[in-house]
Each structure stands twice: as structure tokens, then as C-alpha cells.
């Protein structure tokens, strides 16, 4: 080995762990369940029979597919634009002096590091029908204790509380992140020009943050999109939980993949639902993208 | 120079991280095998006494619930990794995995076909696959119908609490259904049963034939009066409000049980343990068990296999093969009320003769084990784990007032042909 073949190689080993792993974790497995897609695939079996774009059709008129897909945006709208707000409220509070910085910052972040299927089983537990915090809490108003589980208003309602737990502290940190690069000199002209707070805000802050918006909601759609450890943990260990409700009322489409994939056992279906889930994963981030830029372009 | 001999170092530690992610021996050298159960199975003193008897063995306990377990067990067979080394099967994913039957060691290869007569015969024909020439498990217990009830609660809804009256109460279904009624009359704290699908489960388990023929496995679920009596009693119960809404072995189920939220359960031999997990010493000389209306059935009950991904199959099976073994099965019976699958065992007048004291001394060996040899087993479709979630959640659907009993079974039906397409 000589001197000059360590430096020409070496870069490329130090790099290459990302592209290996991208390679094994990603790229394999997008194909793979590309392949399994256009087949009959049964999960312990293997391939049955190539079908083409069958699998394809079926989702297509599949109206429990169709569900999952309106749960999913539900569930999403319900998280996302409180989760939002939320975070840019916080954010705007914490971008001011305080004392403790670093202190409220951890806080804020805490409910992220909580692994995600402690959240779900402590708030199923809040949420529980019989002895839940949720009831107790209601009956100070004189309500009736509510089935959480059993309609999708208030499914979908528990799961949002649940990611919005998890996600607003995090956004809240990097919008905070954001604000802080903002000019200073743009304030000080906004207040000599007599700006008020909400419109320095409005035309000062959200402008500069605005890569970070755009990150922000794309990755919250995708992360929506994905949904699958609250809601299925939030149904609990029945048959209904499986299937996200008795009558699918708060089924994601990840959680309609893992009933196909692994419940029925038929692989290839459950394939197509991941690949059309990596389509419409593609599109949000494109549409996002154009629209978040023409909102806030506005301002 | 120096630095080019560091790339092959690194390969080679990387190598050896790989490689210790593997093995099948514990740190002292002894042999580890893993055993995979969910539930109760009552294992932890055998894995005991048998590393005491094969000092070379270092046997490891997984227990995880009935799902996950189920589940972590096909991802694994399906990834051709992760299995232990000897797994626990439920009866309702036989047909399933016997479809795939080279994913375990066939047992016959280890000698398992002269066990044959330990079990009842009809035990021993749901672990086999391929008309009896592969061995896919070995029976460890099974399911023997009974009806546990609260004789605190029956006390003060001014019902029997003698055992042989309050089964008197209820020779069929109907008298069952009556004695809700009453019940829901004097006490209104607490529901007269568990869930509807628990009293579902039970109702359909006494059919020999449920939602597949016998014949020709061929889907009967929306003709066959066996399941729309079931799905009718069951609805009826449910949809009068009779049911605390708790499904089993959830959390809130076990909390039920502790707080003595429900009255009566639909219970196999297997769930004595759970009741008494979740009731704690509390709960103690609360419960008794009766004879449950329709006249016995069998519900549940599990085999033991050996994955063909493991390293030490043979070993595997010998572990299986005493776990099994009579000697140990009355001895779960003895001490956890674990049913025998085994004639020699349930006619043992020890086990006959067997009462719980946490159930008020009740005679569960006349109770359960004397009933075995009529127990008739269900038959199973192929398909019936995709079936069978449709109705249960239908059922579910009438629990939480969303439908009617009808509405219920009608969808049910349309779901289930849609499933089967």
C-alpha cells in the first residue's frame, strides 16, 4: 500500500459510511419494496405471482385506503397548524431577555427526548374512558366522561394532543434559532420607524424565518404522513386498536400498511401502500414548498 | 506508513462487532437457549430445574403479549432472524403458519412422532402439518370452558352464590342473557360481564365449525347459524349495556378486574392466572368458578416449535420435549392452573382432584380436567385470522353505540367477503 494510494482513497472512506448506509437502509429497501409491489407477495412464503400494477388498482378503490387518507390529513391539520403557531408563540417569547436561557430551552425541549412510546402510553392513560385525567378534568364542567377511542373527532383530537406534546417544543427551538439570526438592525429601524410588536413581527421576523417555515412544515407533513406510534398505541392492545378503531376511525395509512403487511401477511399490498405514502410524500414537499414561499413572500 | 495499516484494523474490529452480535453461548459457556411464550405459561421454575438437571443449558425466558408476541415471532420468521429458539404458537395462528411450515424444524426428525399418544388426539392433529408427516409443534395446554363469577357481586344483586345453583341460573345462552337482566336491576356499579367479545369468543369456540367448512375451508361465516347465535347473544349484551366495554388483557381490563368492575368472564383454564395477576391478593376468595351455559368448548391453547433459523434445533427440541412432558404439565396444572392437553395427566386423580383456593376452592380439576375428553376442537381456516378481527370489531362497533346488533353484522359480512377477495 503505497502513500499515494492511502490519499487518494482515504476521502472516500471517510464519506462512504453515508452513502453504505444510504445504500442498505435506503436505497435497497425502496427498490425492494418496489419489486415486492408488482407481485401476489405473501410475507413468510415469499413471491406468489407477479401481477403488475394490480396491487395498484386494488389501492385504488380500496376505500379503506381512502380512510386512512382522510384520517391521516385530519389528524395532520388537528397536530400541525396549533403545533405551529404554538411553537412561533413560544419561540417569540424565548427571543427576548430572560433569565435562565438555557434552562427554558431544555424544558422546552424535554417532551422530545421522551421516547415516543412512553408519550402514548401515558397520555392513552389520561385519555383512559374509565379512570382518565382527561374525565376527571371534564367533570369540573359537569361533562359526561368521553370514549376517546370510540368517535374520530375525538381519536383524531388525542392523537394530535399527543404529537403536539411531542413536536411544538422543537419547532419552538428552531424557530428560536432562526429569530436569533435575524438582523438586530432591522428591529431597531421597524421601532425608530414606530413599528408596533405584532407588526415587526409580522414584517420583520416572519420574513426572516422563512426557510425555516418552509422546513418546518415540510418535515411536519412528512412526519404526519408517517403517524404510526401514537395512534396505534393510542388504540390500545384490542382488535380495535390494530385496526384503529372499530370502525377505522382513526386508522393512519402507516397503521393500514402494518394491518396488510403484517396482520393479513400480504406483503406486496402493503409494498404499494408504501411506495403511493413515498409519492405522496414527494408531492406535499413540492407543494409545500411553492406555497409556504408565496405566503410568506407576501409579508 | 504508519497510517495505512490502520483501514485493515478497522475492518477487522468491525468484523469482530458484527460477529458478537450473534452466538448462541451465554458468557460461562454455557449453551443459551431461548424460549419465546406470551401470556401466563407458568415456565420460570421448570427453566429451573431443568438447568439444574443439564448443567451445560442456560435456559432464557421471553414473554411478551399475545400480539406482540405473535407478531414479533412472523417478522422474525420472515426475516430468517431473531426467532427464539424455541417459540410458542396459539392455536388460532396453527393453520397460518402451518402454510409455512419449512420456516420450522420438522419435529419428526428429532423423534417426535413416537410422542404421539401423550396428547389427545385431536391436540395432536392441529400441530402437524402436511397430513401428519411433519411435526410443527408440541401441545402444551389447552382451553376448557368454564364461567368465573364474583360472589361479592352476585351476594348483592341477590342471585345464588353456590356454584351449582347459579349454574342452574344458566343451562343456555338465554338463561345467561336473563340473569344479566336481573342483575343489571339490583346493581348498577358494576357490569354483568367483561366485553362482548369475550362472551363471543366463548359462544363461537363450542361450535365445531365457525367461519370456515370443515369440508373445504371454503368461507361460511355470513351462512352459519353458529356464528350469527354468537354475534346475537353477544350483541344483545352489549347493546343493553351489560358489558363494562373492557377488552381482555388490555390494560383497562386488568384494572377491571381489580376493581371488580364486571361480574361474570367467559373463562378458559388459562385465564385463572390472569385474573389472578391482575385481582392480586385482594381479590382472593372474591371469585368462583361454574360451569359456563351450552355445555363446555375449548378456547384457545398453544404448541411449542423450534424455528429451522436456529443454530441448536436439537437442543431446541429436547427442551420442548420436557417442558411438555407430562410430569411438568401437571405440575402447571398444580400450581398455575394450566390445563393438561395430555389424557394421562387430566385423568390423573391428583389434577382431578385439584381445587383453587383463590376461587373459593373451587374444584377446578373436576371443573376443567373432567370435562377434556369431550372437548371438541374448532376448526380453523386457513384465512380465519383475517376473518376473524371483522367481527370482533363489529361487535366492538355495537359496544360503543355506534350501530345496531344488525348494522353491525351486515357490515361485518361485507368486510369479511371484501377481506377474502
Same mark, same amino acid.
Given at each position: 500500500?503505497?502513500?499515494?494510494?492511502?490519499?487518494?482513497?482515504?476521502?472516500?472512506?471517510?464519506?462512504?459510511?453515508?452513502?453504505?448506509?444510504?445504500?442498505?437502509?435506503?436505497?435497497?429497501?425502496?427498490?425492494?419494496?418496489?419489486?415486492?409491489?408488482?407481485?401476489?407477495?405473501?410475507?413468510?412464503?415469499?413471491?406468489?405471482?407477479?401481477? %403488475?400494477?394490480?396491487n395498484y388498482a386494488d389501492l385504488l378503490t380500496d376505500p379503506h385506503f381512502y380512510n386512512a387518507l382522510a384520517n391521516t390529513a385530519s389528524i395532520f391539520v388537528?397536530?400541525?397548524?396549533?403545533?405551529?403557531?404554538?411553537?412561533? !408563540?413560544?419561540?417569540?417569547?424565548?427571543?427576548?431577555?430572560?433569565? %435562565?436561557?438555557?434552562?427554558?430551552?431544555?424544558?422546552?425541549?424535554?417532551?422530545?427526548?421522551?421516547?415516543?412510546?412512553?408519550?402514548?402510553?401515558?397520555?392513552?392513560?389520561?385519555? %383512559?374512558?374509565? *379512570?382518565?385525567?382527561?374525565?376527571?378534568?371534564?367533570?369540573?364542567? !359537569?361533562?359526561?366522561?368521553?370514549?376517546? *377511542?370510540?368517535?374520530a373527532?375525538?381519536?383524531h383530537?388525542?392523537?394530535?394532543?399527543?404529537?403536539?406534546?411531542?413536536?411544538?417544543?422543537?419547532?419552538?427551538?428552531?424557530?428560536?434559532?432562526?429569530?436569533?439570526?435575524?438582523?438586530?438592525?432591522?428591529?431597531?429601524?421597524?421601532?425608530?420607524?414606530?413599528?408596533?410588536?405584532?407588526?415587526?413581527?409580522?414584517?420583520?421576523?416572519?420574513? %426572516?424565518?422563512?426557510?425555516?417555515?418552509?422546513?418546518?412544515?415540510?418535515?411536519?407533513?412528512?412526519?404526519g404522513l *408517517?403517524l404510526?406510534?401514537?395512534p396505534?398505541?393510542?388504540?390500545?392492545?384490542?382488535?380495535?386498536?390494530?385496526a384503529g378503531g372499530?370502525d377505522r376511525q382513526f386508522q393512519t395509512l402507516v397503521m393500514y400498511l402494518?394491518e396488510n403487511?403484517?396482520?393479513?401477511?400480504?406483503?406486496?399490498y402493503a409494498?404499494t401502500i408504501s411506495w403511493v405514502l413515498?409519492a405522496l410524500?414527494?408531492v406535499l414537499?413540492?407543494?409545500?414548498?411553492?406555497?409556504?414561499?408565496?405566503?410568506?413572500?407576501?409579508? | 506508513?504508519?497510517?495505512?495499516?490502520?483501514?485493515?484494523?478497522?475492518?477487522?474490529?468491525?468484523?469482530?462487532?458484527?460477529?458478537?452480535?450473534?452466538?448462541?453461548?451465554?458468557?460461562?459457556?454455557?449453551?443459551?437457549?431461548?424460549?419465546?411464550?406470551?401470556? @401466563?405459561?407458568?415456565?420460570?421454575?421448570?427453566?429451573?430445574?431443568?438447568?439444574?438437571?443439564?448443567?451445560?443449558?442456560?435456559?432464557?425466558?421471553?414473554?411478551?403479549?399475545?400480539?406482540?408476541?405473535?407478531?414479533?415471532?412472523?417478522?422474525?420468521?420472515?426475516?430468517?432472524?431473531?426467532?427464539?429458539?424455541?417459540?410458542?404458537?396459539?392455536?388460532?395462528?396453527?393453520?397460518?403458519?402451518?402454510?409455512?411450515?419449512?420456516?420450522?424444524?420438522?419435529?419428526?426428525?428429532?423423534?417426535?412422532?413416537?410422542?404421539?399418544?401423550?396428547?389427545?388426539?385431536?391436540?395432536?392433529?392441529?400441530?402437524?402439518?402436511?397430513?401428519?408427516?411433519?411435526?410443527?409443534?408440541?401441545?402444551?395446554?389447552?382451553?376448557?370452558?368454564?364461567?368465573?363469577?364474583?360472589?361479592?357481586?352476585?351476594?348483592?344483586?341477590?342471585?345464588?352464590?353456590?356454584?351449582?345453583?347459579?349454574?342452574?341460573?344458566?343451562?343456555?345462552?338465554?338463561?345467561?342473557?336473563?340473569?344479566? @337482566?336481573?342483575?343489571?336491576?339490583?346493581?348498577?356499579?358494576?357490569?354483568?360481564?367483561?366485553?362482548?367479545?369475550?362472551?363471543?369468543?366463548?359462544?363461537?369456540?363450542?361450535?365445531?365449525?365457525?367461519?370456515?367448512?370443515?369440508?373445504?375451508?371454503?368461507?361460511?361465516?355470513?351462512?352459519?347459524?353458529?356464528?350469527?347465535?354468537?354475534?346475537?347473544?353477544?350483541?344483545?349484551?352489549?347493546?343493553?349495556?351489560?358489558?363494562?366495554?373492557?377488552?381482555?388483557?388490555?390494560?383497562?381490563?386488568?384494572?377491571?378486574?381489580?376493581?371488580?368492575?364486571?361480574?361474570?368472564?367467559?373463562?378458559?383454564?388459562?385465564?385463572?392466572?390472569?385474573?389472578? @395477576?391482575?385481582?392480586?391478593?385482594?381479590?382472593?376468595?372474591?371469585?368462583?368458578?361454574?360451569?359456563?351455559?351450552?355445555?363446555?368448548?375449548?378456547?384457545?391453547?398453544?404448541?411449542?416449535?423450534? /424455528?429451522?433459523?436456529?443454530?441448536?434445533?436439537? @437442543?431446541?427440541?429436547?427442551?420442548?420435549?420436557?417442558?411438555?412432558?407430562?410430569?411438568?404439565?401437571?405440575?402447571?396444572?398444580?400450581?398455575?392452573?394450566?390445563?393438561?392437553?395430555?389424557?394421562?395427566?387430566?385423568?390423573?386423580?391428583?389434577?382431578?382432584?385439584?381445587?383453587?383456593?383463590?376461587?373459593?376452592?373451587? /374444584?377446578?380439576?373436576?371443573?376443567?380436567?373432567?370435562?377434556?375428553?369431550?372437548?371438541?376442537?374448532?376448526?380453523?381456516?386457513?384465512?380465519?385470522?383475517?376473518?376473524?378481527?371483522?367481527?370482533?370489531?363489529?361487535?366492538?362497533?355495537?359496544?360503543?353505540?355506534?350501530?345496531?346488533?344488525?348494522?353491525?353484522?351486515?357490515q361485518?359480512?361485507r368486510e369479511?367477503?371484501d377481506v377474502?377477495r
Amino acid at each position: 500500500m503505497s502513500v499515494q494510494w492511502d490519499r487518494r482513497i482515504t476521502p472516500y472512506l471517510f464519506v462512504s459510511p453515508f452513502f453504505v448506509l444510504f445504500a442498505v437502509f435506503g436505497l435497497y429497501p425502496l427498490l425492494r419494496t418496489g419489486w415486492m409491489s408488482l407481485h401476489r407477495w405473501d410475507l413468510l412464503a415469499g413471491p406468489v405471482r407477479f401481477t %403488475g400494477l394490480a396491487n395498484y388498482a386494488d389501492l385504488l378503490t380500496d376505500p379503506h385506503f381512502y380512510n386512512a387518507l382522510a384520517n391521516t390529513a385530519s389528524i395532520f391539520v388537528v397536530a400541525t397548524v396549533p403545533q405551529l403557531a404554538a411553537a412561533l !408563540g413560544i419561540a417569540a417569547l424565548l427571543d427576548r431577555p430572560l433569565r %435562565g436561557r438555557t434552562a427554558w430551552h431544555a424544558v422546552v425541549l424535554l417532551p422530545n427526548v421522551v421516547p415516543v412510546v412512553a408519550v402514548a402510553l401515558v397520555f392513552t392513560q389520561l385519555f %383512559g374512558r374509565d *379512570q382518565g385525567f382527561a374525565a376527571w378534568v371534564l367533570s369540573w364542567f !359537569g361533562a359526561d366522561p368521553v370514549d376517546w *377511542q370510540a368517535h374520530a373527532w375525538s381519536a383524531h383530537l388525542g392523537v394530535a394532543i399527543m404529537v403536539n406534546w411531542r413536536w411544538t417544543g422543537y419547532n419552538a427551538l428552531l424557530y428560536l434559532a432562526a429569530m436569533q439570526s435575524v438582523p438586530r438592525e432591522l428591529h431597531e429601524a421597524a421601532a425608530l420607524d414606530g413599528a408596533s410588536r405584532l407588526r415587526a413581527f409580522r414584517s420583520v421576523t416572519l420574513p %426572516g424565518i422563512r426557510p425555516t417555515l418552509l422546513f418546518t412544515v415540510v418535515v411536519s407533513a412528512i412526519g404526519g404522513l *408517517q403517524l404510526f406510534a401514537e395512534p396505534r398505541l393510542f388504540g390500545g392492545g384490542s382488535t380495535a386498536g390494530s385496526a384503529g378503531g372499530n370502525d377505522r376511525q382513526f386508522q393512519t395509512l402507516v397503521m393500514y400498511l402494518y394491518e396488510n403487511g403484517f396482520e393479513r401477511f400480504d406483503a406486496g399490498y402493503a409494498a404499494t401502500i408504501s411506495w403511493v405514502l413515498f409519492a405522496l410524500c414527494a408531492v406535499l414537499a413540492s407543494v409545500n414548498a411553492v406555497l409556504v414561499r408565496r405566503l410568506v413572500g407576501r409579508g | 506508513m504508519q497510517r495505512a495499516y490502520r483501514t485493515p484494523w478497522l475492518v477487522a474490529a468491525l468484523v469482530m462487532v458484527v460477529a458478537g452480535c450473534g452466538g448462541g453461548a451465554s458468557g460461562d459457556g454455557r449453551l443459551r437457549l431461548t424460549v419465546a411464550t406470551f401470556g @401466563e405459561f407458568g415456565y420460570d421454575p421448570l427453566f429451573e430445574e431443568y438447568e439444574r438437571a443439564h448443567p451445560e443449558v442456560d435456559v432464557v425466558g421471553r414473554v411478551a403479549d399475545f400480539d406482540s408476541h405473535h407478531k414479533g415471532l412472523i417478522t422474525a420468521l420472515a426475516a430468517g432472524n431473531g426467532a427464539a429458539d424455541v417459540v410458542a404458537i396459539e392455536e388460532q395462528y396453527m393453520p397460518r403458519l402451518r402454510q409455512s411450515a419449512d420456516r420450522f424444524a420438522d419435529l419428526a426428525r428429532f423423534g417426535a412422532d413416537g410422542l404421539r399418544d401423550r396428547w389427545a388426539p385431536w391436540k395432536w392433529a392441529q400441530g402437524v402439518a402436511a397430513d401428519g408427516k411433519v411435526v410443527l409443534g408440541l401441545g402444551t395446554d389447552m382451553g376448557g370452558l368454564a364461567m368465573c363469577y364474583r360472589r361479592d357481586l352476585f351476594e348483592r344483586a341477590g342471585l345464588p352464590t353456590d356454584r351449582d345453583q347459579v349454574a342452574a341460573l344458566w343451562p343456555t345462552w338465554e338463561g345467561y342473557a336473563e340473569v344479566a @337482566e336481573r342483575f343489571a336491576g339490583r346493581v348498577t356499579d358494576a357490569r354483568f360481564t367483561d366485553s362482548v367479545n369475550t362472551v363471543y369468543t366463548a359462544v363461537l369456540n363450542q361450535a365445531e365449525e365457525n367461519y370456515f367448512a370443515k369440508a373445504d375451508d371454503s368461507f361460511i361465516g355470513a351462512t352459519n347459524p353458529n356464528v350469527k347465535r354468537a354475534f346475537d347473544i353477544a350483541g344483545a349484551l352489549g347493546a343493553k349495556g351489560h358489558t363494562a366495554k373492557v377488552a381482555t388483557f388490555t390494560q383497562p381490563w386488568n384494572v377491571a378486574i381489580n376493581q371488580g368492575s364486571f361480574a361474570t368472564i367467559t373463562c378458559p383454564a388459562w385465564m385463572l392466572t390472569q385474573i389472578k @395477576e391482575a385481582g392480586g391478593p385482594a381479590g382472593a376468595g372474591k371469585w368462583d368458578i361454574t360451569a359456563i351455559p351450552g355445555g363446555g368448548g375449548n378456547w384457545g391453547g398453544s404448541y411449542l416449535a423450534v /424455528p429451522a433459523q436456529g443454530e441448536h434445533q436439537r @437442543e431446541a427440541y429436547r427442551l420442548a420435549e420436557w417442558l411438555t412432558a407430562p410430569e411438568q404439565q401437571k405440575r402447571l396444572f398444580v400450581d398455575d392452573g394450566i390445563l393438561p392437553s395430555e389424557p394421562e395427566v387430566y385423568r390423573d386423580p391428583v389434577v382431578l382432584q385439584h381445587k383453587d383456593p383463590y376461587f373459593g376452592d373451587a /374444584p377446578v380439576g373436576r371443573l376443567f380436567a373432567a370435562s377434556s375428553d369431550t372437548v371438541r376442537p374448532n376448526y380453523r381456516g386457513v384465512r380465519d385470522a383475517d376473518v376473524r378481527p371483522v367481527f370482533g370489531r363489529a361487535l366492538g362497533r355495537v359496544e360503543d353505540g355506534a350501530q345496531d346488533v344488525g348494522q353491525a353484522w351486515e357490515q361485518a359480512v361485507r368486510e369479511a367477503r371484501d377481506v377474502l377477495r
